[in-house]
């Protein structure tokens, strides 16, 4: 589902909540609403507000963390690669093929997991064949002397690392966010602000307010939302390393 459809929907739903709160207000006998009885609401609803800024602050610091160490897996395949393709530079025109076929598995992986096309389907699990074609070319190579040996086993750890790399993202793409977690935030969200627009004063500036916080935490979710994919939307890691990389295997 697209996620910011989905802020869209949690952003009416909050406002659903506070409107609701408005209109029950007007069957509440006056009693219910005196200064005591609006300050036992307060103390509950700061309570459940207590609660589900930790759990927001803690969905943001997990979303937020999971994103930040997948963009450094990818800068360090990007790192990888580019110092692989200098390993086989260096090693001679006996790797040329092996500098196409990584050049050709890169560009591969570009188009899998950044599609030109917005709606395309991004595909972290790597093309086993373009992988193995490299691992083949590689092993073929038949050093020389001490120094092609020396190169050829630099070259066969990078590609490990690599793989390692590649493999992890594709292991970290489940979804981090608990589903039952989020399911309560949202729960005690609604609670909150139907809670505060009872006991609110009927006026413009409570009314917006209130609505100005229901956009603020459907935005919070939308980010949280976003970086738990980080891969595709709005806040995904970019492409830059990896095409950087790629235009240097060109080269």
């Not at 409107?19 to 300050?39: E, F």
């Not at 899998?112 to 083949?136: C, H, K, M, S, Y």
């Not at 399911?183 to 006991?199: A, E, H, P, Q």
Request: with cysteine.
């Amino acid at each position: 589902m697209n996620m910011a459809f989905l802020a869209a929907i949690l952003f009416v739903l909050f406002v659903g909540a506070a409107l609701l709160g408005r209109r029950v207000r007007r069957y509440i006998p006056q009693d219910h609403l005196s200064a005591d009885s609006r300050d036992a609401v307060k103390l509950a609803m700061g309570l459940v507000a207590t609660m589900t800024a930790l759990v927001l602050g803690l969905l943001v610091s997990s979303a937020k963390e999971g994103y930040d160490t997948k963009r450094n897996e990818v800068i360090q395949m990007a790192a990888k690669i580019a110092f692989l393709d200098r390993v086989l530079t260096v090693y001679g025109r006996e790797a040329a093929r092996a500098r196409g076929e990584l050049r050709d598995a890169v560009a591969d992986a570009v188009r899998r997991i950044w599609p030109t096309d917005q709606g395309g389907r991004v595909e972290l699990a790597p093309n086993q064949e373009a992988g193995d074609a490299v691992f083949v070319t590689v092993e073929q190579l038949s050093p020389h002397d001490d120094a092609q040996r020396a190169l050829k086993a630099q070259v066969t750890t990078l590609l490990v690392d690599v793989s390692q790399l590649r493999l992890l993202l594709v292991a970290q793409s489940i979804p981090s966010i608990s589903k039952p977690m989020l399911i309560i935030l949202v729960s005690w969200l609604v609670v909150i602000l139907f809670g505060f627009s009872v006991i609110a004063p009927p006026n413009a500036t409570t009314t917006l307010a209130l609505v100005a916080s229901a956009f603020s935490v459907a935005c919070a979710i939308f980010l949280i939302l976003e970086l738990d994919q980080p891969f595709r939307g709005l806040i995904q890691i970019p492409s830059q390393p990896i095409t950087n990389a790629l235009n240097h295997l060109a080269k």
